[in-house]
């Protein structure tokens, strides 16, 4: 196609499609690269469920009574229950608590607090 008037110093010509397609390799390259740099480097992230905070101390304990206050007013009726959840808050230890339930989010203190007085309830 070309000849020596379009092409006098008989240099390869390459088209521009080839030279694009050489560039776009080279960016998948350097792309790749970079990926199994940032891969061969990435440390070992701590993933907690939810991304939920662990409670205090504090924080649980205004939880507990919050929970049990909730459970007084929806029993109010049933005298024999709220018994046994004025006893529950006697006899709560918070150190015994967090001991049975390390790094606790407001999400597994639910889940434990129904599972810990749902028998007082029935």
Known sequence: MFNSVNNPFNKRIESALSAGQEK?????????DEE???LEND???EVKI?????????E?????KNY???LKSENEENDKVIQKLDKF???FDIKKFMKNNPNMTSADFHMVMYNETSNLIR
Do not use: A, R, S, W
Request: proline residues 3%; charged residues 35%.
């Open 24 to 32: 776009q390799q080279n960016q998948q390259q350097q792309q790749k």
């Open 36 to 38: 199994k740099k940032y």
């Open 43 to 45: 440390d070992k992230d």
């Open 50 to 58: 939810g991304g939920l905070p662990i409670l205090t101390e504090d």
């Open 60 to 64: 649980i304990i205004y939880m507990v």
């Open 68 to 70: 049990i206050d909730k």
């Open 89 to 91: 808050m006697e006899k």
